[in-house]
């Protein structure tokens, strides 16, 4: 159980809750599992946390009225509350006249996203994880402080038309903050992956934050303004996000997103970015394995969202799709931006000046209709002068939408899995190259190292 | 105990039929948490704490004319965090029987006895008064709970309907959700405390539409605060009242005019600048970020070392007053003990311009100690549930109003060049609280004294300690308002944390503007 409901157990969850269904639909979505974690600052361990649960949505549906109710008690009691909880506020609720249909059974495929050396990542394996870095950095004389997550469990989704779904995961994220003991230099590294032992080693990972963490040090404050820059996989992955959360075609047709093209109309079909460009979503992608269904047991099919610059997809919920006369679109499978096999170096390697971004921070939307977002570099900003990297810059708060920075594109590096989740722990898998872009806007200088 | 016993004694229902007691020191509960307690002590624990939780939350959102959700959620569960040698370890299970808390209690140890490995300078907890059955509860007039849900989907499309009826008001969303927190508190230290938490939070947001100029404005109740208080304060919210007005104003962000970037006087709105104040006071004084703990997520503090800028840092004029609390009715962050078994204090972390306390939890009194001299906690612990470790998180932090008797009014006649600025917009600010960029919901022009006319595309840049020296001018007492942060992200894995922040209408000189719609094409 502390991994997570087995597919037998979850099934037979999820018909003792639908044999107590007297409502006219009824859908259960249930996700259980255990979360690991263990935090370290100062070079030592602050805290840490085994964290294990289940928690069962009932969805009931009476007419085109529906409501939902969770619970985490699966006794029969628990089990008979829930379900005549969520039938006594369907009826209560108003008639829903965009409801669809409960989804029938459906083929999913199979996503092996669970591996052995992450599930062994309990307290013990993670504190000895953790002292290696540590150590690293108490010998390097600076201090560090970090997070290693590792969440495993497994989501199941079932209803009264016939739907099962299930899915079982683990995935785990190691990020990690050096700072130099005089508070003048600050580097980060990360890795996160589904498979512990595909993620950057714990001394490598500390190498590279030592590594930035001294190279930080005594920036120059230069004029905030238009620089070409590198923006390192994860700087890319924090960006990347922001495109993809605004690709929802009801907010486009209504006139209300930046894919909304003036006068009325989407932007699906126009070129939108640079021609080479291509970002996807794929659930069973090796380096993405995400669940191959939604919320509402939809597959989740391989969807490219933009190919070759061109605004392909954007994302239908069943209603949607169905009052527009086209197929649904689901969210989910992760994210890969498409690259090509230049290294990072490579790309340095092609600026006779510009900057180096390690990490962006704190990206806040600013103007919805031009996507424009603003936020900061963060652990490591640097001078790139004839093709190397020759000294620290003080950080820079950035007014940039992604689109004008995937319009402004010189070159494309190759991708990597990236630790992007602002939180610095487990979140949506990302694949994205490190870019070398032009005319990137930084407004205002920061003095936060 | 079973689960089914532990039901039968503390709720009485399910959701929508549950009926709520006031906080009650529950024998079976009780006798689980002493359980834990015994189990950490017998595996070797020097300290212990256990949390059991009821988790309450009910929400309704709609949009336009029809509901897009109602959802009811109760969870239960239980964490034990344990000291052993001076290490931390915490388990927890959503498992409520005997055998389980106390194989939760026991995981907390192994996990502290590994975490022990990776220690250098082991846990010193600062004392701590003993509670031998303390009990708090929310000043709620009306349980959320027991409000017909009919009643709440009514109010809100009524609301909807009251927005659509404004001409140019395309779209509307509205919602309100419901939170109660059931939390069964005890530790080796001789504290035993019930608490029962009521959070609220009302919304709605008005979308404004012009597709041939390509333009949509939004305008959401930002002058509705969440607020530690039951369904009494979403009535006074008035969401139907106010609706029409908050439409009229999306509509005419529209045609209002795009700021001229350059320096202006400032006339920030409480329902604006307790974001300001969440973001560049509350945060940089969390001890935690001061001293490294959170450098890998939420960052560190100008505010830094201790021993350079306690007593010495001039945050902001002298008559800038800056107090933290858990007590003031109604606020978010109110309790009667924190998550460590404190009673949490009301002090001041700014007085009379100068920086001289930070927020703590008891295990980080030993590391301030030499430069305060205090030797208790202030009462700054919290765990979003459960399942989650405690760890230090911001009371209410709050800017306490002048001495003179001053109005937003009053401030706007005294401007002479400005924009006044009412509700949260984006905001952004770096890792160590220097530079930040703050937008807002509605903004209008300031000209000799007088608003004369509505602005767009606004937002100020400025460094924390530079904006906060350009206070000149603060509302009175009777200004005081309060409004809050109701997801508060910190701690990794990230929790959440809902705190208010009290303030007057103030004004600051000569801040840098910058247009943000410059970039449209």
């Keep these: 159980m502390a991994e997570g409901l087995t597919r037998a157990q979850a099934r037979d969850l999820c018909e003792r809750i639908l044999a107590r269904s007297t409502a006219d639909g009824c859908q259960v979505n249930l996700t259980s599992g255990a979360d690991g974690n263990t935090r370290f600052a100062a070079n030592q361990i602050s805290t840490s946390g085994d964290t294990s649960n289940a928690v069962a949505t009932v969805s009931s549906r009476v007419g085109r009225r529906q409501a939902s109710v969770t619970t985490n008690l699966f006794d029969d009691d628990g089990v008979a509350r829930v379900v005549a909880a969520s039938e006594r506020l369907a009826g209560l609720a108003p008639e829903d006249p965009e409801q669809m249909p409960l989804l029938g059974p459906q083929t999913y495929r199979e996503v092996p996203a669970t591996f052995a050396a992450t599930e062994r990542l309990d307290a013990a394996v993670r504190a000895d994880a953790v002292r290696i870095v540590a150590d690293a950095c108490e010998t390097a004389g600076v201090v560090g402080a970090g997070f290693l997550q590792r969440v495993a469990g497994a989501s199941a989704i079932a209803n009264s038309a016939g739907l099962f779904a299930y899915h079982r995961s683990a995935e785990a994220a190691f990020t990690l903050t050096v700072r130099t003991p005089d508070g003048q230099g600050s580097g980060w590294a990360g890795t996160a992956h589904n498979d512990w032992d595909r993620m950057t080693r714990p001394a490598s990972l500390a190498e590279r934050a030592i590594t930035k963490a001294r190279g930080s040090r005594e920036p120059a404050a230069l004029e905030p303004g238009r620089y070409t820059v590198v923006l390192e996989p994860t700087a890319v992955g924090n960006l990347i996000g922001l495109l993809r959360f605004a690709m929802n075609a009801r907010a486009a047709d209504e006139g209300r997103s930046f894919f909304a093209k003036r006068g009325g109309g989407t932007k699906l079909g126009d070129q939108v970015v640079d021609e080479r460009i291509t970002l996807l979503s794929d659930p069973a992608d090796g380096d993405l394995l995400e669940s191959p269904f939604n919320g509402e047991g939809l597959p989740v099919p391989r969807t490219v969202w933009i190919e070759n610059g061109v605004l392909k ?28 096999t230049a290294s990072q170096d490579e790309l340095i390697a092609q600026v006779s000046r510009g900057l180096l971004v390690t990490r962006l921070w704190y990206i806040r939307a600013v103007d919805q209709r031009s996507l424009l977002f603003t936020g900061l570099t963060r652990d490591g900003l640097f001078l790139i002068e004839d093709g ?18 995937l319009n402004n594109l010189e070159a494309i590096g190759r991708p990597v899995r990236v630790a992007a989740a602002e939180s610095g722990g487990v979140g949506g898998s990302v694949v994205v190259p490190p870019l070398l872009v032009r005319e990137f806007t930084f407004t205002s200088i920061s003095e936060a190292v | 105990m079973d689960r089914r016993q532990f039901l039968g004694t503390t709720a009485a229902g399910f959701a929508a039929a549950a009926v709520l007691p006031p906080p009650q020191a529950d024998s079976a509960i009780r006798d689980l948490c002493l359980h834990a307690l015994d189990a950490a002590k017998a595996a070797g624990a020097g300290y212990a704490d256990v949390r059991i939780g009821r988790n309450r939350s009910q929400s309704v959102a709609t949009r336009e004319r029809r509901v897009t959700g109602a959802n009811e959620s109760e969870t239960y569960g239980c964490g034990v965090r344990v000291l052993v040698d001076g290490a931390w370890g915490f388990a927890a299970s959503r498992e409520l029987t005997r055998d389980a808390v106390a194989h939760i209690a026991r995981s907390a140890v192994a996990q502290a006895r590994a975490n022990r490995r990776a220690t250098r300078r082991p846990v010193v907890l600062a004392p701590v008064d003993p509670v031998a059955d303390g009990r708090w509860q929310s000043p709620i007039e009306v349980d959320p709970f027991k409000v017909p849900i009919e009643d709440k989907i009514d109010l809100l499309l009524r609301a909807n309907e009251a927005a659509l ?57 930002a002058e509705i605060a969440p607020m530690g208080l039951g369904y009494e304060w979403v009535t006074r919210a008035d969401l139907i009242g106010n609706a029409p007005r908050w439409a009229e104003e999306a509509v005419q962000k529209l045609s209002a005019k795009s700021v001229e970037a350059g320096s202006y006087d400032l006339v920030l709105d409480p329902h604006h600048l307790f974001l300001t104040i969440h973001e560049s006071i509350a945060h940089p004084t969390e001890l935690d970020r001061v001293l490294g703990y959170e450098a890998n997520y939420a960052g560190t503090s100008f505010a830094a070392p201790p021993e350079a800028v306690l007593g010495k840092l001039k945050y902001g004029p002298e008559f800038m007053q800056v107090q933290g609390d858990r007590a003031q009715p109604g606020s978010l962050s109110a309790c009667g003990w924190d998550d460590d078994g404190v009673a949490p204090e009301t ?116 460094r924390t300690t530079d904006f906060w020296n350009s206070l000149d001018l603060l509302g009175g007492p009777r200004s005081y308002t309060l409004n809050g942060s109701f997801n508060d992200g910190k701690g990794q894995p990230s929790q959440s944390n809902a705190v208010s922040h009290g303030c007057p209408p103030a004004r600051f000189h000569s801040v840098n503007v910058i247009n943000t719609g410059r970039y449209r094409g």
């Excluded at chain 2, 779209?171 to 019930?194: C, I, P």
């Excluded at chain 2, 459960?386 to 937003?408: C, H, K, T, Y």
Aim: positive net charge; aromatic residues 12%.
């Design chain 1, 313 to 340: 997809n954007l994302a239908y919920d069943r209603y949607w799709a169905d009052k527009q006369g086209v197929q649904p679109v689901p969210f989910g499978g992760g994210l890969r931006l498409q690259g090509g």
């Design chain 1, 388 to 405: 190397r990297v020759t000294r620290a810059v003080r950080n820079f708060r950035f007014n940039e939408s992604p689109v004008i920075a």
């Design chain 2, 165 to 221: 009826a404004v001409p140019g008001a395309r779209f509307v969303n509205s919602s309100m959700a419901f939170f109660l927190q059931e939390k069964t508190y005890a530790s080796t230290d001789d504290v035993f405390t019930v608490q029962h938490i009521y959070r609220c939070l009302p919304q709605m947001s008005v979308t404004a539409v012009d597709p041939r100029a390509g333009d949509f404005q939004s305008r959401n109740s």
């Design chain 2, 347 to 462: 002090y001041r972390l700014i007085r009379n311009g100068i920086l001289v306390d930070y927020q703590t939890t008891r295990d980080q009194v030993e590391w301030i100690r030499p430069y305060t001299g205090r030797t208790r906690s202030h009462g700054c612990s919290y765990a979003e549930s459960w399942a989650d470790v405690q760890f230090q998180r911001m009371p209410n932090i709050s800017l306490l109003p002048g001495e003179r008797d001053l109005d937003v009014d009053d401030l706007i006649a005294a401007t002479d060049r400005g924009i006044y600025i009412i509700g949260r917009g984006s905001y952004s600010i770096d890792q160590q609280r220097y530079n930040f960029q703050f937008g807002g919901q509605v903004f209008y022009e300031i000209s000799g004294g007088k608003i004369v006319g509505m602005l767009k595309d606004v937002a100020y840049q400025a």
